[in-house]
């Protein structure tokens, strides 16, 4: 039976790219999405007979919940977890609209948390079970652009270092990505050669590279930039 990888934001970008690499590395991966016709497209390419995918508002608390429900009762044992799924939305955070810090908050840091600690026991039940939480520079640089995401970001890093703490004594395996600019739908319409960003299959990489090696090691925190520097 092959080992699975389920991935939050997994039908575009940074979450596709990582989908892709996991099978590739004999993985089954399921992704989970919130435009039907992105995740059909998305299995569609991965392959019926190596990918599943459920459709969700990853900003609503009752319905990570309940996913994360359906998906422990289909895979009882899970060994990697990838929490990806996430917003940009820019603007000063004093003057941002309102609604706008819950739904990066519930987007960005709630969904990891309902969906981890719905799979927690699959997790538990698994050797080499790892959790994947896809944070970014901004976890650790703020801007005045981007405020509210910054401190989502700043709080999902904050929670992967408890995690990490709460799954050592089940052998479970913690690591925060934090990518710069990636070149992605992010992106679109940024005046910018392809060359002043890195690839999300780069980002890829590394998270496999970080499992393979978790049998007597783990990478707790990755930081990765262009090789030209931020953007």
């Given at each position: ?34 435009n039907p016709e992105n995740l059909k ?191």
């Open positions: 039976m092959k080992s699975v990888a389920i991935i939050s934001g997994g039908s575009r970008g940074i979450g596709f790219a990582i989908a892709q690499q996991l099978i590739h590395d004999g993985f089954f991966v399921h992704i989970i999405g919130s497209q998305a299995v569609a390419q991965l392959g019926v007979d190596h990918a599943q995918s459920s459709l969700c508002d990853m900003s609503s608390p009752t319905e990570v919940i309940s996913l994360s429900q359906n998906l422990a009762s289909l895979y009882p044992q899970l060994q990697i977890l990838v929490n990806n799924v996430g917003a940009f939305l820019p603007g000063a955070m004093m003057d941002e609209p309102s609604g706008q810090w819950e739904k990066e908050w519930e987007l960005n840091v709630s969904s990891a948390y309902h969906l981890t600690r719905g799979l927690w026991s699959n997790l538990k039940a698994t050797s080499r079970a790892h959790v994947f939480n896809m944070c970014s520079i901004a976890s650790i640089v703020s801007y005045s652009a981007g405020g509210t995401y910054a401190v989502t970001k700043h709080a999902l890093l904050g929670f992967s270092k408890s995690l990490r703490e709460e799954g050592r004594p089940y052998g479970i395996r913690v690591t925060s990505l934090l990518p710069g600019a990636t070149l992605t739908d992010s992106w679109a319409g940024v005046d910018l050669p392809k060359e002043r960003f890195m690839s999300a299959d780069s980002v890829a990489k590394v998270l496999s590279v970080a499992y393979q090696i978790n049998e007597d090691t783990q990478m707790e925190e990755v930081l990765l930039r262009p090789i030209q520097g931020d953007i």
